[in-house]
């Protein structure tokens, strides 16, 4: 047991918890606090920190399922900054597709995946998706030397830091014969 300044004394806990297999030992101190009111003092237990804790832990918990989809499914997956339009994150099926592993690929403007002739309907695509916040997809045709066409679907997402789009990559269908359109 400690004193507190308040003259309260709290009690040291320990919490033993588990993330990923490996234990996690979590210490805090049940504190007292004071709170002044017209029938004299109330003391109020706060229990912030290990909130906080199991907080964290949950989030960590919903990290690792998200990243193990992400990796593990079948379908292109990339995500792009709103702002830049570059890659910040990609799954192993879009890199594949792509043709180009995954650290490759982040930071990279999706433009340069795409064939010339593709850039401004995929540019109209993300604008019209950005400006309605509604899922839309359309054809486009791969960058040299691929130039394999891919189902672009498309939809955007609202975060703290800003916008994101988050790409799926449909099937992959033969290259076009020359001569023909993006």
């Known amino acids: 047991k400690r004193l507190h300044h308040d003259g309260q004394i709290g009690r040291l806990r320990r919490v ?9 030992v979590q210490a ?15 003391y ?10 199991l907080f964290h832990l949950r989030l960590r918990h ?6 193990i989809l992400f990796d593990l499914t079948t379908e292109g997956v990339l995500v792009l900054d709103g702002r830049s339009l570059k890659i910040i994150e990609a799954n192993p099926a879009a890199a594949h597709a792509l043709g180009e592993g995954v650290r490759k690929l982040l930071g ?12 401004s309907s995929v540019s109209k695509l993300l604008d019209t998706v950005r400006a309605s916040g509604k899922p839309d997809q359309t054809s486009a045709r791969l960058a040299a030397p691929h130039h394999s066409r891919l189902t672009l679907s498309v939809s955007v997402m ?12 449909g099937s992959t269908v033969a290259a076009p014969v020359a ?3 993006a």
């Open 158 to 169: 609202h975060e703290e830091a800003g916008e994101l789009f988050l790409l799926r990559l």
């Open 108 to 119: 990279k403007p999706l433009t340069e995946c795409l064939d010339v002739g593709a850039r």
């Open 62 to 67: 919903l990290e690792s399922r998200y990243r």
């Open 28 to 42: 805090f101190e049940d504190v007292l606090i004071g709170v002044r009111n017209e029938h004299g003092v109330k």
């Open 179 to 181: 001569g023909a359109d």
């Open 44 to 53: 109020v237990h706060v229990e912030a920190v290990f909130r906080v804790g």
């Open 16 to 24: 033993n918890a588990k993330d990923e297999g490996r234990p996690i």
